[in-house]
């Protein structure tokens, strides 16, 4: 089992920046795959971007190409989301997973997510 735990979330005007982060404990050894997920309300969840545990394979969406970074940091067991030029539509829970093989393909572990409010 990992355990996750986000922050960094927050209210932000259009145009600004927020770094998220997501502090993995627990079988971390285990993890293959980090991803940052987000949930607007009315809306599917979706991945917004996603990283090897190495670091050499990123994901992201159309979305937030070329305004989000994902990256991770094996020594502090912390994933991060570097978010800017943020737009209303970025307006979402946000929600770190990870993927194991015990998980056949998916996002296993998630955390509690953080909310990020971007105001226009």
């Known amino acids: 089992q990992v355990q996750l735990v986000e922050s960094g979330g927050g209210l932000v005007q259009a145009g600004g920046s927020l770094r998220l982060s997501c502090a993995a404990s627990?079988?971390?050894?285990?993890?293959?795959?980090l991803g940052w997920y987000r949930q607007a309300p009315g809306k599917e969840r979706e991945l917004v971007a996603a990283?090897?545990?190495?670091?050499?394979?990123?994901y992201y969406a159309d979305s937030v190409k070329g305004r989000f970074t994902i990256s991770n940091d094996n020594a502090k067991n912390t994933l991060y989301l570097q978010m800017n030029s943020l737009k209303p539509e970025d307006t979402a829970m946000y929600y770190c997973?990870?993927?194991?093989?015990?998980?056949?393909?998916?996002?296993?572990?998630w955390g509690q997510g953080t909310q990020v409010t971007v105001s226009s």
């Open positions: 990283i090897t545990r190495s670091g050499d394979s990123t």
């Open positions: 627990g079988n971390i050894f285990s993890i293959n795959n």
């Open positions: 997973a990870t993927n194991s093989d015990a998980d056949n393909g998916h996002f296993g572990s």
